[in-house]
C-alpha cells in the first residue's frame, strides 16, 4: 500500500548526458531504393526520345487547350452544384419520416448507383432519340435544341454524383447529437429551421472532407464527357493530337492541368475545414479578453 | 397561491413504447407561478413525462393540458385538429427546456446561441435581439462569455448560458430535467442559484432533480414518480417529513442518507 516506502534509493535515476539514437537501418535502405526509383522513372520520361517536350511546354498555354480547362472547371463546378443540392434533398427525403419519400430516394440512390456514369452521360446525350420534343402546349422545343453537349453531360454527372452525395450529406445529418434537435425544437425552431440553422451547419464539419472527396474525383470523371464531344479538357487535347498524332504530350499537358485543378481543389478544402472546425478549436481561445472584443 | 391559474393539467395520461407502457395514467396539475419538483428512482418516467408537456413525445392516452390547450391539437367548431408543425413549434416557444447536456448549439458562440432563437422564432431584429441576449447574460453572470463558443466554458456556465437561451423566447412555463446532474459538485449551485432566482421572479417551472435541498427550500409542491405513475404529490414539507407511500419512505431514505 505505502509504495514509496519500498522504493530502492538507487532506482533514482541520473539525467544521462548523451543521447544515442537508433539507427533505423531499414528505413534508410527503403527510402534510398524508393527514391531511386523515383528518380529513374522520371529520368525516363524526360530523356526519353519518344516524348517531344518542347510540345508538351507549346501546349501548356494553348488557347484550344485553356478553353478546355474552363469547361472542365465549369462543368465539375454545375455538376457538384447539382449532386450537391439535389443529393441534399436525397438524403432529407431518406431520412423523413414520410415512407413514401423514403422509398423513393433509396430506390433512386440504388438506381443511379447502379448504372456507369459514362452510360448515363450517353443516356442524356441521346435522350431525343426517346423524348424527341421537350415542352408543354404550344411551347415546344426540339429536345435537341435543349440538350447540348454541356447540359447532357451536366445532368449525367450531376444526377449521378446526387446520388454519392445524398449519402454523404445523410452520414452528416445523421452525426448530429439528437440533444441539439431538442433543443432546437422546444425553443420553436420550427422542422426547416432546425435543418437549415442546426443540423447542416453542424453536419458540414462531417460533410466537407468526403464532398472535396467528390469534387477531386469530378475533376477527373469530366474527362468522361469526351464521348460526346463536350469540349472538354480531354477532349480538347485529343482533337489537337489526332492532328499533330502526338499523343503522349497533349496526354501530359491535359495531365499537368488536371494536377493543377485538384492541387487547387485540396487546396480549397484545407480553408473550408478550417472554417468549419469550430468544435476542434484550441481551448485556449477562451482565454482570451473577451471583453475588449465586444467593442 | 394555490388559486393560481393551471397552467399544465395532466389527467390519465399514458405513454408507451412499443408493449412497454412508461406513464400509467398521471394526474398532475401545476399553476402559474409555481415551482413543481419532480422526484422519483431512474427509469420512473420523469423525462418521458416532461418531454410529453412540450410534445417532444405524443400521448398514447388521457389528456394534456398546457395553457388550456389540449397538446398537440387545435380546438375549433367543437372539432380538435391535429396541429401543423408550425403551430407545434408555435407551441414550444412558449415552453423552455433545460436538459441535463446543457445542448448549447456548438456551432455558434453563445451570444449566437441567444440570439438565433429570438431572430427566427420571435422574429426580433438583430439588434433588438442582441441587447436582450446581453441582459439575459447578464443576469445569469456570464455578461463577459458572449463571444465564447460552448465548449470552451465549464459545464455550470454552460447550463446558465443555457437558462438564459431558454428565457430569450419568453416562455410562460419552463420545464427542468436533471438540470445539474450532469455538473460536478463544485458547480452545481451556481445554477440552482439562477434557478432560484427565476423561480422568486415568479416563472412556473417544472424540474425534475435529485437535489433534495433544492426542492425542500424552492419547490411549492413535489411529485413523486414511480414506476410510472405519480405516487405521491404534496407541499415539500409534507412530503419529506411524513411521506405517505411505501416507496417514496424507501426513495426518501436511500436519498437522504
Ligand atoms: N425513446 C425511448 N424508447 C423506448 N423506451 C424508452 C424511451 N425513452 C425512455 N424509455 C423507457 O421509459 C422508461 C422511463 O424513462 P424516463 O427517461 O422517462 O425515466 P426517468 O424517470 O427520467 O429516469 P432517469 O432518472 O434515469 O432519467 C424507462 O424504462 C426507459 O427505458
Ligand atoms: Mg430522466
Redesign the interface.
Known amino acids: 500500500m505505502t509504495g514509496s516506502r519500498t522504493v530502492p534509493v538507487a532506482s533514482k535515476r541520473r539525467t544521462p548526458t548523451e543521447v544515442v539514437k537508433l539507427k533505423r537501418w531499414g528505413r534508410v535502405i527503403g527510402g534510398a531504393a524508393a527514391a531511386a526509383l523515383v528518380v529513374v522513372i522520371i529520368m525516363m520520361f524526360a530523356t526519353s526520345r519518344n516524348v517531344d517536350w518542347p510540345v508538351v511546354f507549346d501546349y501548356i498555354g494553348n488557347a484550344a487547350i485553356l478553353s478546355g480547362v474552363v469547361v472542365t472547371v465549369e462543368l465539375t463546378v454545375l455538376a457538384m452544384v447539382l449532386g450537391t443540392v439535389l443529393g441534399t434533398v436525397i438524403a432529407i427525403m431518406r431520412l423523413s419520416q414520410n415512407p413514401v419519400l423514403r422509398w423513393i430516394s433509396s430506390t433512386y440512390v440504388w438506381f443511379v448507383r447502379s448504372i456507369p456514369q459514362l452510360v448515363q452521360i450517353l443516356f442524356w446525350y441521346n435522350i431525343a432519340l426517346f423524348v424527341p420534343t421537350l415542352g408543354l402546349g404550344p411551347w415546344l422545343t426540339p429536345t435537341n435544341a435543349v440538350i447540348t453537349p454541356i447540359v447532357a453531360a451536366t445532368l449525367g454527372l450531376g444526377l449521378n454524383e446526387a446520388a454519392y452525395m445524398s449519402e454523404v450529406v445523410r452520414a452528416g445529418i445523421l452525426s448530429i447529437?439528437k440533444?441539439?434537435r431538442?433543443?432546437?425544437?422546444?425553443?420553436?425552431?420550427?422542422?426547416a429551421?432546425l435543418m437549415r440553422?442546426?443540423v447542416l451547419?453542424?453536419a458540414m464539419r462531417v460533410i466537407i472532407p468526403p464532398s472535396s472527396n467528390e469534387v477531386i474525383g469530378m475533376l477527373k470523371a469530366t474527362s468522361l464527357v469526351s464521348v460526346i464531344g463536350a469540349a472538354d479538357l480531354l477532349t480538347r487535347a485529343q482533337s489537337i493530337s489526332s492532328s499533330n498524332f502526338k499523343i503522349i504530350e497533349l496526354l501530359f499537358v491535359a495531365s499537368l492541368w488536371y494536377i493543377v485543378a485538384t492541387t487547387v481543389a485540396s487546396i480549397g478544402q484545407h480553408y473550408l475545414e478550417k472554417k468549419y472546425s469550430?468544435?476542434s478549436?484550441p481551448?485556449r481561445?477562451?482565454s482570451r479578453p473577451?471583453?475588449e472584443?465586444?467593442v | 397561491m394555490s388559486q393560481s391559474e393551471i397552467v399544465v393539467e395532466a389527467i390519465d395520461v399514458q405513454k408507451k413504447y412499443g408493449d412497454q407502457t412508461v406513464l400509467k395514467g398521471i394526474d398532475f396539475v401545476a399553476r402559474r407561478g409555481e415551482v413543481t419538483c419532480i422526484l422519483g428512482a431512474s427509469g420512473g418516467g420523469k423525462s418521458t413525462f416532461l418531454r410529453c408537456i412540450?410534445h417532444?413525445e405524443t400521448i398514447d392516452g388521457g389528456e394534456l393540458f398546457v395553457d388550456g390547450h389540449l397538446v398537440g391539437y387545435r380546438e375549433s367548431n367543437g372539432k380538435l385538429y391535429e396541429l401543423k408543425?408550425?403551430e407545434t413549434?408555435?407551441r414550444?416557444?412558449?415552453?423552455?427546456?433545460v436538459?441535463q447536456?446543457f445542448?448549447?448549439?456548438?456551432?455558434m458562440s453563445i451570444q449566437d446561441n441567444l440570439v438565433?432563437?429570438q431572430v427566427?422564432?420571435k422574429k426580433r431584429s438583430a439588434a433588438e435581439a442582441k441587447e436582450r441576449a446581453q441582459v439575459l447574460l447578464e443576469r445569469v453572470g456570464l455578461a463577459?462569455?458572449?463571444?465564447?463558443?460552448p465548449?470552451?466554458?465549464s459545464g455550470g456556465q454552460q447550463q446558465r448560458a443555457?437558462i438564459a437561451?431558454?428565457l430569450a423566447?419568453d416562455p410562460q412555463l419552463i420545464l427542468f430535467d436533471e438540470p445539474t446532474s450532469a455538473l460536478d459538485p463544485e458547480l452545481v449551485s451556481e445554477v440552482l442559484d439562477v434557478m432560484r432566482d427565476l423561480a422568486a421572479s415568479g416563472m412556473t417551472m417544472i424540474v425534475v432533480t435529485h437535489e433534495i435541498g433544492f426542492a425542500r427550500e424552492v419547490a411549492d409542491q413535489i411529485a413523486f414518480f414511480d414506476g410510472g405513475k405519480l405516487l405521491e404529490s404534496a407541499p415539500p414539507q409534507q412530503f419529506l417529513t411524513s411521506p405517505s407511500t411505501d416507496r417514496a419512505r424507501n426513495f426518501l431514505r436511500r436519498v437522504l442518507s
Open positions: 447529437d440533444g441539439q431538442e433543443a432546437a425544437a422546444s425553443l420553436g425552431y420550427r422542422p429551421q440553422h442546426i451547419p453542424q469550430w468544435s478549436r481551448m481561445r477562451s473577451v471583453v472584443e465586444q | 412540450n417532444l408543425e408550425r413549434a408555435d414550444r416557444s412558449r415552453i423552455g427546456m436538459f447536456q445542448n448549447l448549439f456548438s456551432h438565433q432563437p427566427l422564432v463577459d462569455k458572449g463571444r465564447a463558443y465548449r470552451e466554458l443555457a437561451r431558454t423566447v
